[in-house]
């Protein structure tokens, strides 16, 4: 089998290299198209149409998610890999995380694979392309996964551009909490004893928040503002509101962050009288990387030329891939565009994500994630192994 593997490896890199300059006009054209969450109509549908016409099944706007979509190939008697793109971008900065080069990386896997079970002799898979909006705080990834999406699927991968190489990137769970504290309005000069100050339980909340920060962890990260202070000096506000992000290397640290700064809320509302009510509006799991297929994608990607320093480990934000990594064996390697100044969302990195070398290193992870499900396909023990270790990882 082994050499049959290094076969079907070549025809995917052999395929992949034939099309390179399509796959490259396709990201530079949703480059020059920045959209944003769930607004990405241009990129959905020149994503949706160029994997149509290369003999995809696609099912566009799928689960009702109107910029999502679906595509698969092969057979759905072998197991099921799936392959991630994410197309959204940045208010103002245009593609400042490089998402059009996700799509690139996962389109050019995609047709790499396709060639690969399209091999005469070529072991039985199910080729899932899923096209996930809204990556930048809007969570698509979560609406597909409460959709189901991600049921019949048994492993997910995508890669991300970024100043460095690393197949294990640490990223931060995130939950994202609105706040609005509810107060009595009146004259603040002439009956201020009528009111109740909803400015004051907000601002009772920012520094509550500021004193916990004294025995967070190192690694903890809370941040916030007041986006409703009031209406006019003159009236003792009757509604604040706060927009906060809590993120901790775990959900788990993430729940114990959250009951702290919960009793911040609730001191404060209790100190003026205030009653709050709490909006959770998006929660990013952590990514949890499958070790055999990082291993895999490790190898592979070594195979083709990426060289893996020893960075240190910060970790970079917070994606919904952590999300779908506690439903399905999954990895989320960053690999290099640029000199490794640029760092993500900044205009430095908008431009680096249309560059010959910033294409041309994508197509080598797209290459290396095609070599990683040849790997699975080819030996069902491998993906036994990923399965075990999913069961006591999540
Ligand atoms: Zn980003
Ligand atoms: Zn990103």
Redesign the pocket.
Known sequence: MADFSQDLKARATTEIEKYSQDFKKISEEIWNNPELNYDEHKAHALLANFLEGKGFHVERSYLGIQTAFKATFGDNTGPNVCVICEYDA?PDIGHA?GHNLISEAGIAAALGIKAALETHGAPKGLLTVMGTPA??GGGGKIKLIDKGAFENIDVAMMVHPSPGNIVRCKTLALVSLEVKFHGKAAHAAAFPWEGINALDAAVMTYNNISVLRQQMKPTWRVHGIISNGGAKPNIIPELTKMEYYLRAPTRNEVKDLYGKVMACYEAAAKATGCTFEMTETVFYEDVVSNPTLSDLYKTNSTHLGVVYEDLPEVPL?STDMGNVSYVVPSIHPVYKIGDGSQV??TREFTAVSNTPEAHQNTLTVAKAMSMTVVDVLTNPAVLEQIKKEFATAV
């Open positions: 940045l995380c990556e930048e934000g993500n969302h």
